[in-house]
C-alpha cells in the first residue's frame, strides 16, 4: 500500500484524512478503500477483507482468467512466460439488456441453429425485407467496428475495446459478440483468454 495522500477522502474505520488506500481493492477494480495509517488499515483488515470476498462471489471484481476460461484468480497464472507480454484482468461480466435477443451460443457457446441450418447445404434466395436486414446488419457492423478502430492505441487493453464494442452495440439495439464471450470465455480461443495490452502500431 503506497504512502500517498488521497485528496478529499477519509479513513473508512476513523474518518481521519486519508493517506493510503487498499491495494487489493484497487487491483480488483473495487471501489477506493482508503485509510489514515497501516495501523488503522491492518485493525480494519479482518472486516474488510469479507468485501474482497463479496465481491469476487458477486462477479464484481477484475480477475485473472484461468482454466481456459472456465475460472477466475486473483493469482496471475503461472506460466514460462518467453516475452514481455502478461495477462491483465478481466472486468465483471457485461450485460445485455433483456430487449435485445440473444444467439443461441450466448448460453451453450455453440452455435446450433447455424450449423444445423439449410444454408449450409444450399444458397438461400432471400426476400426484399430479409436483404434489408442484412444491410442494416451490415451497417451495424461497421459502425461498431469503426468505434472499435477509434479506441485503438498504445496501452489499451482488449478488455477497454469489448467495453466499447459493447456499449455501441447496446446503442444500436444489438448485442456484440463481444460481450457473448466475455460470458463464455471457454468458447474463445486460447490467444483471447488473455487481456493483452497493445504496445504499438
Do not use: N
Amino acid at each position: 500500500m503506497a504512502d500517498q495522500q488521497h485528496g478529499g477522502l477519509l479513513c473508512l474505520r476513523c474518518e481521519a484524512p486519508a493517506q493510503l488506500q487498499c491495494p487489493k481493492c484497487a487491483s480488483m477494480g473495487l471501489p477506493k478503500a482508503p485509510y489514515c495509517s497501516q495501523d488503522c488499515f491492518k485493525q480494519a483488515w479482518p472486516e474488510h477483507k469479507a468485501v474482497h470476498k463479496s465481491a469476487v462471489s458477486a462477479g464484481e471484481a477484475w480477475l485473472f482468467c484461468t482454466k481456459r476460461g472456465k475460472a477466475r484468480s486473483d493469482t496471475m497464472p503461472g506460466y514460462a512466460w518467453t516475452g514481455p507480454l502478461r495477462p491483465a484482468r478481466i472486468g465483471p461480466t457485461r450485460q445485455v439488456p433483456e430487449h435485445i435477443q440473444r444467439p443461441d451460443y450466448a448460453v451453450t457457446g455453440i452455435p446450433t441453429a447455424e450449423q444445423e441450418s439449410k444454408q449450409q447445404r444450399a444458397v438461400a434466395i432471400r426476400s426484399a425485407e430479409e436483404a434489408a436486414g442484412i444491410r442494416r446488419a451490415c451497417r451495424v457492423g461497421r459502425e461498431v467496428l469503426d468505434a472499435a478502430a477509434a479506441v485503438v492505441r498504445p496501452g489499451i487493453t482488449t478488455d477497454e475495446i469489448d467495453r466499447v464494442v459493447s456499449e455501441v452495440a447496446r446503442h444500436l439495439d444489438c448485442c456484440s459478440v463481444s460481450t457473448v464471450l466475455h460470458a463464455r470465455m471457454q468458447a474463445v480461443p486460447q490467444h483471447e483468454l488473455f487481456t493483452a495490452q497493445v504496445t504499438g502500431c
